[in-house]
């Protein structure tokens, strides 16, 4: 089964992914593919921190460059800004999107259980807005910023967006939320979870064990964290939420709740758009000689230029 969904599909079984991700990649301050990094420290005690992408194309132009705030995946339990995968992925969104990329490492579950995530994912916005930092270029725009997450990494995203919403800050502004795969759920089976619950990559049971050990203990899936448009979600109706884009997949047991999450926003009377891939399992984007993970790109791309222009 694991064979045939990497012959098929591009990306590799689980066991496999698990290995990738494993390894670690330093630092850049000479530009790797035309993108140079740095790691900066928010605060030390707890681990709270994220990696700094510059394009170097940016030297050459005098104009402002938007910065896109990421969440990586992992379930909350696993994974770092530090993970080759992720390194190399925000890598190549600086470069093709000509963005600041800032990849923020969080605090993860079980020793820290929600709501520690999206505390350090606000953490970092409020640190950005207010602090001079070093190594983060003057041409940043920070008026002009999107958060993006993949996975529980756009479940982060999500939340984040929201309590952001409720605060006011000095400079920085959030035009755009980019959710890839975004990892919801609820009490109630999805078709889609049903259909792909052997998955060979993230498993229903998977998924079940994932939640219990981030959520407040004795919570059930239809906590707010989860089950975002449920009867004990926040209403968003009156807040001024950004502009969502929202990327899913055919193959992924999450394919409905980005649907619902989508209908959701719109029901709220937000903007957001659904993108879907047919033929491709969760964690697609990762992976670069997959063709829709540079769609994906391209459709990024677009989207920030549509709300740059507003």
Request: with cysteine; proline share 7%; hydrophobic share 40%.
């Amino acid at each position: 089964m694991a064979n045939a969904a990497k012959s098929s599909t591009g990306v590799p079984p689980w066991e496999t992914i698990e290995e990738i991700f494993d390894v670690k990649a330093p630092p850049s301050s000479s530009p790797i593919d035309g993108v140079v990094s740095s790691d900066v420290t928010i605060d030390p005690s707890r681990s709270l921190w994220f990696r700094l992408y510059v394009p170097t194309s940016a030297i050459a132009t005098s104009d402002a460059l938007p910065v896109v705030v990421y969440y990586h995946g992992g379930g909350f339990l696993i994974w770092s800004p530090d993970c080759k995968p992720y390194d190399d992925l925000c890598r190549r969104l600086a470069r093709e999107l000509s963005v600041i990329v800032v990849s923020v490492n969080y605090r993860l579950a079980p020793e820290h259980r929600c709501p520690t995530q999206y505390e350090d994912g606000l953490e970092a916005l409020k640190f950005i807005d207010g602090t001079k930092i070093d190594g983060f270029p003057a041409k940043a725009d920070i008026g002009k910023c999107f958060l993006a997450g993949d996975s529980a990494g756009g479940n982060l995203a999500h939340h984040v967006a929201v309590q952001a919403a409720e605060l006011e800050f000095q400079e920085l502004k959030i035009v755009g939320i980019i959710l890839i795969q975004a990892f919801f759920g609820a009490e109630e089976r999805s078709e889609s979870e049903l259909e792909f619950q052997w998955n060979p990559i993230i498993s229903l049971e998977h998924m079940d064990w994932i939640w219990k050990q981030f959520l407040p203990e004795e919570s059930s899936r239809d906590h707010p964290a989860v089950n975002v448009f449920g009867p004990k979600s926040k209403d968003i109706s009156g807040l001024i939420f950004p502009a969502a884009l929202v990327v899913t997949s055919g193959l992924d047991p999450l394919r409905d709740w980005s649907r619902r999450y989508c209908e959701w926003l719109m029901q709220s009377g937000k903007e957001a758009k659904l993108i879907e891939y047919p033929n491709v399992p969760h964690s697609f984007y990762a992976y670069p000689h997959v063709p829709e993970a540079c769609m994906a790109i391209r459709e990024m791309e677009k989207f920030m230029q549509n709300q740059l222009t507003k």
